[in-house]
């Protein structure tokens, strides 16, 4: 099971990092994803890492603004979100892929959490 947090109400140019906690199941095999739908839009990939987290790919959109990551002793993944903008507001999965490199098809995804709500106002 995959449990997200970390979202909340922040301004634009702020920063938020969000977690990704696995329990009941081991993902140190499998790379990770976040993933997020904003109101009336199709769900959208945001990162990618690797299952050592060696690799990392990112959507244009956050490039350079959002930071992917894992910790294997705490099975958790982050996504450090800086200098957002309002058209970061959406709520953010995580998930788990069925394959260990990094992959931004949400098909190739098994496991997915609930989301955690980021809203960022202008």
């Known amino acids: 099971q995959l449990q997200a947090s970390g979202g909340g109400l922040v301004q634009t140019g702020d920063s938020l990092r969000l977690s990704c906690a696995a329990s009941g199941r081991t993902v140190t095999n499998n790379a990770m994803g976040w993933f997020r739908q904003a109101p009336g839009k199709e769900r959208e990939f945001v990162a990618t890492?690797?299952?050592?987290?060696?690799?990392?790919s990112y959507a244009d959109s956050v490039k350079g603004r959002f930071t992917i990551s894992r910790d294997y002793a705490q099975s958790t993944v982050y996504l450090q979100m800086d200098s957002l903008k309002p058209e970061d507001t959406a709520v953010y999965h995580c998930?788990?892929?069925?394959?260990?490199?990094?992959?931004?098809?949400?098909?190739?995804?098994?496991?997915w959490g609930q989301g955690t709500l980021v809203t960022v106002s202008s």
């Open positions: 890492i690797s299952w050592n987290g060696g690799d990392a």
């Open positions: 998930a788990a892929s069925r394959y260990p490199v990094r992959t931004t098809s949400p098909h190739n995804y098994v496991s």
